[in-house]
């Protein structure tokens, strides 16, 4: 079983739709946790740290449930610029481990 | 704004040639990391150094070493690069957990690697 394990996609969801991913993770001491977005041919970037229950920024909320190891992402409100792969990560000490990423695509 | 450098974007070597890949942050960061990325595996971490001179293996580690003299550069060796090492090499820095609940990796811009 993967440390972490997202649908890989692809989304395919249109303009101003709402979209939801969900993460999973095995690690029950995993400390923290990450939503990254990554363009193509780009490196992965910060989007989003889930210490606690959850937090929101804008039209994107995090959730986080101990209790069933999963994350979630929500993007309400989607952008044609919200097209990219995002990837979940979870950290334990010093180390990330992530997912293999969720692509999606905002159709015009 | 923290920046993290790998030394060429585009790389190409030939079987059983020795590689280096050279990375360099500029935010006095702890730790530094070198992942590998394919389709459908995902980030994947080779090594990672917490210190300078210290290292630690990731989760796939056979075929590399890795080199931190200076606290701020981060070298990626392959030894004698095979074809299943083609990839993209991403390295990565961040700030020690330790004490804050704050933690971000910054990532360069990726080395993508073809070994012929």
């Known amino acids: 079983r993967k440390e972490v394990e997202q649908d890989p996609g692809p989304f395919n969801v249109p303009e101003g739709a709402t979209v939801a991913f969900n993460c999973t993770y095995s690690n029950s001491a995993s400390q923290s946790f990450f939503w990254y977005r990554q363009d193509c041919r780009k490196e992965p970037k910060l989007l989003m740290s889930?210490?606690?229950s959850g937090n929101e920024d804008g039209r994107f909320t995090a959730q986080l449930n101990r209790a069933s190891q999963y994350i979630s992402l929500l993007i309400r409100d989607s952008k044609l610029s919200d097209s990219a792969t995002y990837l979940c990560?979870?950290?334990?000490?010093?180390?990330?481990?992530f997912g293999t990423g969720t692509r999606l695509t905002i159709i015009p | 704004d923290v920046k993290v450098t790998q030394s060429s974007r585009y790389l190409v070597k030939r079987t059983g040639e020795k590689v280096f890949l050279e990375c360099v942050q500029d935010?006095?960061?702890?730790?530094m990391f070198w992942y590998r990325q394919d389709p459908g595996l995902g980030l994947r971490l080779i090594y990672f150094?917490?210190?300078?001179?210290?290292?630690e293996k990731g989760d796939i580690p056979e075929g590399y070493s890795v080199s931190r003299e200076k606290k701020e550069r981060f070298s990626l060796i392959l030894e004698s690069a095979s074809t299943n090492q083609t990839s993209m090499y991403l390295c990565a820095s961040s700030t020690s957990s330790r004490g804050t609940s704050l933690y971000e990796q910054y990532f360069g811009p990726g080395t993508r690697l073809t070994v012929t």
């Open positions: 150094s917490y210190d300078v001179k210290m290292k």
């Open positions: 935010m006095d960061h702890e730790n």
């Open positions: 889930v210490y606690s």
């Open positions: 990560g979870e950290r334990f000490k010093e180390k990330l481990t």
